[in-house]
């Protein structure tokens, strides 16, 4: 990805309460993430920049490395969004993937947070609610 940085996919925010450090969080502000909100909807149509999306958010979310099974699982997110216009639940996904609950938390143990980045670019260049899924 010729210009983009990789180094920044997320930034930390510290939490503070009258000078107190409260704790911290993890917000979307980088380079990467702005690259794939400038490809507009190509980036969850166009099968390429998807995977390399993916890969990227993967590998910063500290997932490596990345197996079949995690490319399989990003695919049933990925036609989910293109057909449904939402994320999948967690149980649609293990049973699409034939996976054990437990099989899918150990492939992606902050699912959460993973689905946030993903949702987060998906739903702001298709034009849809954030965290749309259905439980």
């Known amino acids: ?50 995977e390399e999306m993916v890969e990227n958010i993967l590998s910063k979310e500290g997932i490596v490395p990345i197996t079949p099974r995690h490319r399989q699982v990003m695919s049933i997110v990925r036609k989910s969004y293109l057909e449904r216009e939402r994320a999948p639940s967690v149980r649609e996904l293990c049973t699409l993937a034939g996976l ?15 689905l946030f980045i993903v949702d987060s670019i998906v739903s702001q260049v298709l034009g849809i609610p954030i965290w749309q899924m259905d439980c």
Not at 100 to 114: G, K, Q, R
């Open 1 to 50: 990805m010729p210009g983009a940085s990789r180094d920044c996919l997320l930034s930390k925010v510290v939490v503070k309460k009258g000078g107190v450090v409260m704790g911290s969080l993890n917000i979307l502000g980088s380079q990467l993430r702005r690259h794939y909100l400038s490809l507009g909807p190509d980036c969850i149509k166009d099968e390429k920049i998807w």
């Open 100 to 114: 054990t609950l437990s099989d899918f938390f150990a492939l992606y143990p902050d699912w959460p947070h993973t």
